[in-house]
């Protein structure tokens, strides 16, 4: 993640991460990409985008995908004592992170799962 730089947690198949791309370039915004399948974050890594947040893994896990019931994650407590374990199973499993993840040049960042909350952006 480059500090000072608008960065993109982005799956190309996802009509949602696209549209976020798009976007940011119709707004003119400078960003870079991590298409985070290929390049998965670290624990500590999602633990800094967590901060930038303001949000908890849970928040940020798709729950409904295959992977998540065969980890039994809607199963999973949501108290602090638990977060390692989800922070753990996101970094082994990125597929599960919610997309996109816009992380800001000013050090905030947005789960940019709708127009609203990408026109914060702007």
């Not at 919610?98 to 789960?111: C, F, K, M, S, Y």
């Amino acid at each position: 993640m480059t500090s000072g730089q608008t960065e993109i947690w982005h799956n190309p198949r996802c009509t949602k991460s696209r549209n976020a791309t798009a976007f940011l370039d119709e707004a003119g915004i400078d960003y870079t990409v991590r298409r985070y399948l290929d390049d998965p974050p670290t624990a500590d890594e999602l633990r800094a985008v967590l901060e930038r947040l303001d949000a908890q893994p849970w928040d940020i896990t798709r729950t409904g995908e295959q992977i998540a019931k065969d980890l039994g994650m809607s199963g999973w407590g949501r108290e602090a004592a638990d977060r390692d374990r989800w922070i753990e199973a996101l970094a082994a499993n990125p597929q599960l992170i919610q997309r996109p993840i816009v992380l800001t040049a000013d050090g905030g960042g947005i789960v940019a799962r709708d127009d609203a909350t990408l026109h914060t952006l702007a």
